[in-house]
């Protein structure tokens, strides 16, 4: 079922990260060229981070079909393992923004609480900039999600990764000048325009941009969820460091900059908590070998 009218106009809104989830959905690595030595270090982390969450909330897992049965021998009989083509395990990028609603019934077709906004994908910033050249199956990964759940997709063509976005829940949204302005994403709109499209689509009042996101994420172009995310209303935690030599200082100095002028949708001041970020962490040789190019 695809929705066609902007969620605001329908009373939704994309909620806050804290607020309860119904369940969790998440994908299962395997590419050899991003993951090294085939992906089964990253497959054990991603099983415990699943089971972890499983203990306060249902989670569903998907894997290719060549994936499947690793996936389901590796993660507990009460996480759901789905089989799911993908070109990466993204799904923060590549799945759904979730919205939802308080209430009244516009219409038969509007009647659900829980919709889904299915954004463009182009692998972070398409065949010149983006991480690989073929991302047919990712576009597809949020279609197939709600798909499933039987949610409303309310479909959309400004590409644009949840990885991008932090709310509150409250009507304000935070995002980076250098990732949805970047010309690898949306080059024929205008930053008015893609802000009109935030406030449409995720039911917020106010977006505050920092200027850039967190030293050395080229592959995102400077995603906001690693630089600065809400903690509660009001409160965001900002990557921090104070070496006034390290290449991250000066953009947290910006972002902290932008923050202290800027109030929130309801007129509040933001408290800004510094959240200091570890130095440089290097691959060794041996991980290294372990990565197909």
Known sequence: MEMKPPPFTLGYHMPAEWEPHLQCWMGWPERPDNWRDNAKHAQRVFARVATTISKFEPVTVCASAAQWENARTLLPPNVRVLEMSMNDAWFRDTGPTFVVRKGAVISDNHK?????????????????????????????????????ERLPRIPH????????????????????????LNKNRNPNMTKEEIENELKAYLGVEK???LPRGLYGDDDTNGHIDNMCCFAKPGVVV???????????????????????????????????????VPGPLYMTDEEADGVVQ
């Open 112 to 148: 659900h609480r829980v919709a889904g906004i299915d954004w463009n994908f182009n692998s972070w910033g398409g065949i010149d900039d983006g991480c690989y050249e073929d991302w047919s199956l990712d576009l597809l990964v949020a279609r197939k999600i709600l798909g499933n």
């Open 157 to 180: 063509t400004m590409i644009l990764e949840g990885g991008s976005i932090h709310v509150d829940g409250e009507g304000t949204c935070l995002t980076t000048e250098e990732c949805l």
């Open 207 to 209: 977006v505050i941009w």
């Open 238 to 276: 900002l990557s921090w460091i104070d070496d006034e030599k390290d290449p991250q200082y000066e953009r947290s100095m910006e972002a902290f900059t932008v923050l202290s002028n800027e109030k929130d949708a309801r007129g509040r001041k933001l408290e800004i908590v510094k959240l200091h």
